[in-house]
């Protein structure tokens, strides 16, 4: 209500949620959806005013019991409550009990003040900051970072964070009137307090829930209703999940389309040591040469300079191996059937003013993508898109490469 923050739990069923204003439980439905507590009609969603109904706390004072300077039922239930990280509880015993993602995702300021969360699972790390949706760090229980992200990279919107997962939504690159990769990436994303989506079946799974919808400015440059939906998730063994839901939410009964690609940037010890194996043999779409049709002759990618091509119809799994690392890692994806491979090499490196010049020896872009067809959504009609990250040790069989049995 009034835009204020509010968290639903969900168990067999039944529901309840919970204002941050107030820590206040607003709602408890049984599993045939009927409310528990009574909530007035009348109730104001209005800082400093308490929500009538639900379970107000009177803390620290009862009524009018103390001090004249407290208000009646003392003032914990105006105030903003904060998501714990550290709750010094443990988590029910019942697994299937859900508790808040508080328990493994803290709200934290980032690079100039932009809010970031940050996903912690059995020693890995990840952080997302609300700012474009952005996935900007991905860390392995060594604390190694496994995405690139530039030592230039401004934190300054409108402009997109250089490095990470940038989502480019809803339109990749320039194949469309709308800024080169969309606007989703350089917009401020709100926390979803309604995901419509259960929680990971692994209770340990640390996740967040980002909603997207489209400014006034958006829609005067992309006249569609949409809710965009992304929830990202740290699993066991640091498998890093991004799920996108699109929504067609237009009332005038008209589809739109979109493309787009998680820009996902590797950290990678040396470029021409990189191997990505999965896109052998594909077509590809050349966008050094006029996006012309080629199709793929060797079989892997290697990296000699500039490259960047769009692969068609490519498979779900893809792999990138670092040789020096002596490390693969694995893309999969669903519902994103071309993948983008870029690197930009010394001479684009240097014009970019949010990278450094030597910095494309150490980062590769495999981006799974919606590109040559567009998708089309009706009205009401929902998208899905995931990528799926996880890093595996490389497999010397014969002196080479054996990937595919990775895969
Ligand atoms: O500089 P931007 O807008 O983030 O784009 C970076 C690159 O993104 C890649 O996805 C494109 O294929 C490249 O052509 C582009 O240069």
């Not at 969360?117 to 190694?144: C, D, F, I, P, T």
């Not at 493309?259 to 590809?284: K, N, P």
Request: aromatic fraction near 10%; hydrophobic fraction near 40%; charge should be negative.
């Amino acid at each position: 209500m009034n835009g204020l923050e509010k968290l639903v739990l969900r168990e067999g069923g039944c529901s309840a949620e919970v204002y941050l204003y107030g820590a206040h439980v607003t709602s408890w439905k049984n599993a045939q959806g009927e409310e528990l507590l009574f909530l007035s009609s009348k109730a104001l969603f209005e800082p400093p005013k308490a929500i009538r109904g639900g379970i107000p706390i009177c803390f620290p004072q009862f009524s009018n019991l103390g001090s004249q300077s407290l208000p009646p039922h003392g003032f914990a239930h105006n105030r903003l409550w904060a998501l714990d990280a550290h709750p010094q509880l443990d988590p029910p015993p019942n697994a299937t009990a859900a508790f808040t993602e508080a328990q493994a995702v803290e709200r934290e300021g980032g690079m100039n003040g932009l809010e970031k969360l940050v996903l912690r699972e059995g020693g890995w790390s990840a952080e997302v900051y609300l700012y474009g949706g952005h996935v900007s760090s991905w860390k392995n229980a060594q604390g190694e970072e496994l995405l690139f992200l530039s030592s230039k990279a401004l934190f300054e919107p409108p402009k997109a964070i250089r490095g990470g997962i940038p989502i480019c939504f809803p339109q990749f690159s320039n194949l469309g009137s709308l800024p080169p990769h969309g606007f989703a990436r350089n917009r401020l994303w709100a926390l979803d307090a309604d995901p419509q989506l259960d929680p990971p079946p692994n209770a340990t799974a640390a996740f967040v829930d980002l909603i997207l919808s489209p400014s006034h400015d958006d829609f005067k440059a992309y006249p569609h209703s949409f809710e965009y939906r992304l929830r990202v998730q740290l699993g066991p063994g640091g498998v890093l999940t991004l799920t996108s839901r699109v929504r067609n939410t237009n009332s005038d009964g008209k589809p739109f389309s979109f493309t787009f690609a998680y820009h996902t940037y590797f950290s990678v010890s040396d470029i021409s040591e990189v191997r990505v194996e999965g896109l052998e043999t594909l077509d590809y779409l050349d966008n050094l040469q006029d996006r012309s049709r080629f199709t793929e002759q060797g079989d892997a990618i290697t990296f000699e300079g500039e490259l960047d091509r769009i692969y068609l119809e490519a498979p779900r799994k893809i792999a990138i191996l670092d040789h020096e690392k002596n490390r693969t890692f694995l893309v999969i994806k669903d519902g994103l059937p071309d993948a983008v491979v870029w690197n930009p090499w010394d001479k684009k490196a240097k014009a970019m003013s949010d990278f450094g010049d030597e910095e494309y020896k150490h980062m590769v872009c495999v981006e799974a993508a919606a590109i040559e067809d567009p998708v089309t959504l009706k009205p009401t009609e929902e998208w899905t898109g995931r990528l799926q990250l996880s890093l595996v040790p490389n497999t010397h069989v014969g002196g080479s490469l054996d990937v595919p049995n990775a895969l």
